[in-house]
């Protein structure tokens, strides 16, 4: 069936630094490829997304990569900042039906 | 405000009842989902509605039944509740035409 694997599940880095996440996915029909951040307690909000006639995508500090070829894509954050400390998941999928990875754990200590 | 909402926030039952979760919003979406989040955080689909009509079925058991009485409102229905059904549970919703898919601030069901 339809699988998203994400890795790492935990993410420990200084504050300042980069972080990337990294995502693939089964289904070759995935057209529609986003990023949200659930923080504790809180919804999944919506960070970036990427569609699959892109290859990247850049939002300011953050930026999303495709490779359909090889169906992966990653979140790159840069000049990590303690807030950014929350539980990162990707999806996949087409037609309104979301797949989503298991979730990271990022950790930026100050 | 404009947003997707749910109620209520906190729900706390024994086993065997029935309960119902009701989500609203008012962005003028046309496509609603129901999502499970276990306590390992895993994030799954159960259903999904466009313009009151059910087009993503999950492999949920029976018990559960949505309802949408209208496209700005989704609401979930549990039956005989088990330990099982304890998670948080988001409602989202989503424009026509798009995947773009916005949540809720989740009910939190506790069964005892």
């Known amino acids: 069936g339809e699988n998203v694997e994400q890795h790492p599940s935990t993410l420990s880095v200084q504050e300042g630094d980069s972080a990337v996440i990294k995502c693939t996915y089964s289904d070759s029909a995935s057209n529609y490829f986003p990023w949200y951040k659930q923080e504790l307690g809180k919804r999944p909000q919506l960070i970036i997304d990427i569609r699959s006639n892109v290859g990247e995508k850049k939002d300011q500090r953050i930026a999303v990569t495709l490779n359909k070829t090889a169906k992966h894509f990653s979140l790159h954050i840069t000049e990590t900042q303690p807030e950014d400390s929350a539980v990162y998941f990707c999806?996949?999928?087409?037609?309104?039906?979301?797949?989503f990875g298991q979730g990271t754990e990022l950790s930026v200590k100050p | 405000d404009t947003a997707v909402s749910q109620t209520p926030k906190y729900l706390v039952t024994q086993m065997g009842n029935d309960k119902s979760i009701k989500c609203e919003q008012n962005l003028g979406h046309d496509t609603m989902y129901w999502y499970k989040q276990d306590s390992k955080k895993f994030l799954k689909i159960m259903f999904s509605y466009n313009n009151k009509e059910l087009i993503i079925n999950e492999t949920v058991p029976n018990r559960f039944s949505p309802k949408s009485p209208d496209k700005a409102h989704l609401n979930l229905h549990i039956n005989s509740l088990e330990l099982g059904d304890s998670a948080v549970y988001f409602c989202?919703?989503?424009?026509?035409?798009?995947?773009?898919?916005?949540f809720g601030p989740g009910t939190r069901l506790t069964v005892l």
């Open positions: 999806a996949a999928g087409q037609g309104g039906k979301l797949i």
């Open positions: 989202a919703s989503s424009p026509i035409g798009t995947d773009t898919q916005y």
